[in-house]
């Protein structure tokens, strides 16, 4: 089946510094990307999608200059979290559409604290 | 954004019995679909209803869908200490991909 490899798993990083968060797809094509922020105990909150060879739609709110979105190939997909502070820690996960009745494929997941 | 509303928010119940969770939603659906979520990871398909469906199983588990009460119910049947993990309904509005979350059950199994 289709899989989402997202690397790093976890991230401490100091406030201030840059961290990128990479999503491949390792067996098919994605043309587009999700990008999700998941609070402890709580649901999903789409950050933004990214599509191969354009510009990341972003949700409202989301500080685009912020969370940098790239999406270069149809394999790689990369978050970056740019300039960053303690209140951007959180789980962000990348999903990408899956075909038929199969539903989404969800990387693992990066942990990331901001120190 | 959140569509929908899970419950309970919350369900621990014995190794071996069943375990059933609903989904509400508030607007016309194209497919409604289910996952699940072990703590720290990140989600796993387990069912896809398209709209025009009513019931489907996959293994241990049924779902069902009302569109008239935009509903869905997730049944797990015989449940295992490894189906603790938290269960997400998500709604795909017009087939676009952009799925829409309700806010998940948390589903405790013990043994």
């Known amino acids: 089946g289709a899989v989402v490899s997202q690397h790093p798993s976890w991230v401490i990083c100091k406030s201030g510094t840059s961290v990128k968060i990479e999503c491949r797809s390792l067996d098919f094509q994605a043309t587009t990307m999700f990008w999700y922020r998941q609070f402890p105990k709580q649901s999903l909150m789409l950050m933004a999608t990214s599509n191969e060879g354009s510009k990341a739609t972003y949700e409202q709110g989301v500080e685009k200059d912020k969370f940098l979105i790239n999406h270069a190939s149809l394999t790689l997909s990369t978050l970056t979290v740019t300039s960053a502070h303690p209140e951007d820690s959180s789980f962000y996960i990348c999903s990408a559409p899956g075909q038929g009745d199969y539903g989404y494929t969800f990387g693992s997941g990066t942990r990331l604290t901001v120190v | 954004s959140q569509q929908g509303e899970e419950d309970p928010q919350a369900l621990s119940i014995q190794e071996g019995e069943n375990a059933t969770m609903n989904c509400s939603y508030k607007?016309?659906?194209?497919?409604l679909q289910w996952y699940r979520q072990n703590s720290g990871r990140g989600l796993v398909h387990l069912i896809l209803?398209?709209?025009n469906e009513r019931e489907k199983h996959s293994g241990r588990l049924r779902v069902t869908l009302d569109t008239s009460k935009k509903s869905s119910s997730l049944l797990i049947t015989a449940s295992r200490a490894a189906d603790t993990a938290s269960y997400f309904c998500a709604t795909d509005k017009d087939g676009n991909y952009q799925l829409i979350w309700g806010a998940g059950t948390k589903l405790i199994i013990k043994p």
């Open positions: 607007t016309s659906i194209n497919n």
């Open positions: 209803i398209r709209s």
